[in-house]
């Protein structure tokens, strides 16, 4: 069973940056995935930010480009991995939940819906102030 913690929420001012981490357990050293960070909004709909794959892959949402940074790394002590979210300049409008989760192959990288992922963290927030 995989199991996912997010870490590093907080509130800056437009302009910063943010560090999210994700401590995920249970995904299987030498096993094909996924790893996706999602954010919902109040009153809106869940969106894919980021998300990266177990070949190295890396996809961005377009308002998000050039700003977040996705990476996985693993812990060689336990094989848990880590899946940070560094986000700079952030903005008013990237205030949201933000989620992280884990998925199948196929088509789970370019999944922005996060249908094609199974396992999700509990959330932390971010809040961007102007």
């Known amino acids: 069973q995989v199991h996912l913690v997010e870490s590093g929420g907080g509130s800056v001012q437009t302009g910063g940056s943010l560090r999210l981490s994700c401590a995920a357990s249970?995904?299987?050293?030498?096993?094909?995935?996924?790893m996706g960070w999602f954010r919902q909004a109040p009153g809106k709909e869940r969106e894919g930010v980021a998300t990266a794959d177990s070949a190295g892959s890396a996809t961005y949402a377009d308002s998000v480009k050039g700003r977040f940074t996705i990476s996985i790394s693993r812990d060689r002590d336990n094989d848990n991995l880590t899946v940070t979210l560094q986000m700079n300049s952030l903005k008013p409008e990237d205030t949201a939940i933000y989620f992280c989760?884990?998925?199948?192959?196929?088509?789970?990288?370019?999944?922005?819906?996060?249908?094609?992922?199974?396992?999700w963290g509990q959330g932390t927030q971010v809040t961007v102030s102007s």
């Open positions: 249970g995904v299987a050293v030498g096993s094909r995935h996924c």
């Open positions: 989760a884990a998925g199948l192959p196929p088509f789970c990288l370019r999944d922005y819906s996060g249908q094609r992922y199974n396992f």
